[in-house]
Each structure stands twice: as structure tokens, then as C-alpha cells.
């Protein structure tokens, strides 16, 4: 299957700082991508929809100016965490389905580890 | 809105048992199921998927069928292997394959040999 990377996979980061996911699909476009929010033992919650030369869409409860979503390219999305406090600490996925595909699938990230200290 | 409610785990089975993860969901019109699996490390992989009532889908020996009446998607596997350890997450989606999706909590699977 076609392959989405995120980088980093771990981050560290003292409370206050920002902190930026990359989001990126090696082997297809993508014109919208999915990110996700995973408490420990708890299931993926959709945050946001990122679209391509657009603004994101965000769900309800989430803040975006908190949680910044660029969609510059094809093939890569960010999501920046602003001010981070320890509450963020999460695990990040992101998904999307390739161009022209949607009907069809959607391809996962590995996922970004945040730890907020 | 939509939710899925999967069967709380961690399930631990011996090999060649047979499996069953229990899956219901409440949605509004006809979503697409899916299973997906999240083996360590890795990224989740789609397992099997339904786009109406009544399909099953399969892969890798595991089935599930989209129960209408029951809003139920229970995956199934006649012998499991130690291969088959992982995170199973139950989903739906209201549009198509390759749109948002709602999850389950996730169930983790331990098979020992």
C-alpha cells in the first residue's frame, strides 16, 4: 500500500513551546489529509481536516489557534501545537486518501509521539 | 452524531483459537464499516471493510458482516496465529472509504503460541 510518514516519531517538550508534526504522503497526492488525537487507551478522535491551498476545517472543542494546520503542498501537512501544555501530550496520526481516490481508501501514518513537560 | 462501541479488551487467545471482537455502532443513514489494524510501530492498515447491509467483508481470514438490524460489525477469525498480535479498531464512516472517520475504543490482541 502506499506509504505516509510523520516526523518526528517522539518529541520531548517543555511547557510553553511549539511544536510542529509533519505529515507526509511519499507516494500519492493528497488534496485533504485527516489528523488525529489518541488518549492512552482510548480511541483515534478526529481534530481536523486539512485541505490543500485552503483552511482547515476543525471539529468542535478543538481550538484551532492552538492547534495549526497547513496544507501547503500535495503532499504535506502540519500541525503545529502552540503554547503546548502537559494536557496536550497525546499520540498525533495523521491519514488521507490518495487524489482522486476517495471512494476507495486511505492510507495511516505512523503517528508522533508528544510529551509535554 | 455517530459513535462505535467496541468490546473492551485486552483479549488473549492461544494459538489456532477462534476469535471474535465485538463491534456495534449508531449512525445516521448507511455508513461504511471498517476494521483496521494497528500492528507496534506501525501505522494503521486497513483489515476489511463493508459498504452496505449484508456484505462481508474479508482478509487474512478474518470476516465480518455488516448487520443492519443488529448495527453490529463483529470480526471473526476461525484460527488466529501469533502473527495476528495487535490492535484491531473498529470504524465507520458516513460518506466513503476515504473520508473521516469515527472509531472504536480499540482492541488489543495477545495470541500466544
Known amino acids: 500500500g502506499a506509504v505516509v510518514s510523520q516526523h518526528p516519531s517522539w518529541v520531548i517538550c517543555k511547557s510553553g513551546t511549539s511544536v510542529k508534526i509533519e505529515c507526509r504522503s511519499l507516494?500519492?497526492?493528497?488534496?485533504?489529509m485527516f489528523w488525529y488525537r489518541q488518549f492512552p487507551k482510548q480511541s483515534l478522535m478526529l481534530m481536523a481536516t486539512?485541505?490543500?491551498?485552503?483552511?482547515?476545517?476543525?471539529e468542535q472543542g478543538v481550538e484551532k489557534d492552538k492547534f495549526l494546520i497547513n496544507h501547503a503542498s500535495l503532499t504535506l501537512s502540519t500541525l503545529t501545537v502552540t503554547s503546548a501544555h502537559p494536557e496536550d501530550s497525546s499520540f498525533y496520526i495523521c491519514?488521507?486518501?490518495?487524489?482522486?481516490?476517495?471512494?476507495?481508501?486511505?492510507?495511516f501514518g505512523p503517528g508522533t509521539r508528544l510529551l509535554v513537560l | 452524531g455517530d459513535s462505535v462501541t467496541q468490546m473492551e479488551g485486552p483479549v488473549t487467545l492461544s494459538e489456532e483459537a477462534f476469535l471474535t471482537i465485538n463491534c456495534t455502532y449508531t449512525?445516521?443513514?448507511?455508513?461504511?464499516l471498517f476494521w483496521y489494524v494497528q500492528y507496534p510501530g506501525e501505522g494503521l492498515q486497513l483489515l476489511l471493510k463493508?459498504?452496505?447491509?449484508?456484505d462481508k467483508g474479508s482478509n487474512k481470514g478474518f470476516e465480518a458482516t455488516y448487520r443492519k438490524e443488529t448495527t453490529s460489525f463483529h470480526l471473526e477469525k476461525g484460527s488466529v496465529q501469533v502473527s495476528d498480535s495487535a490492535v484491531y479498531f473498529c470504524?465507520?464512516?458516513?460518506?466513503?472509504?476515504?473520508?473521516?472517520?469515527?472509531f472504536g475504543e480499540g482492541t488489543q490482541l495477545t495470541v500466544n503460541p
Open positions: 491519514s488521507g486518501p490518495p487524489a482522486g481516490r476517495v471512494q476507495e481508501t486511505q492510507y
Open positions: 507516494d500519492f497526492q493528497a488534496t485533504t
Open positions: 486539512s485541505n490543500e491551498g485552503s483552511k482547515a476545517t476543525y
Open positions: 449512525a445516521t443513514g448507511y455508513p461504511s
Open positions: 463493508a459498504t452496505k447491509a449484508d
Open positions: 470504524a465507520l464512516s458516513p460518506f466513503a472509504s476515504g473520508s473521516r472517520l469515527t
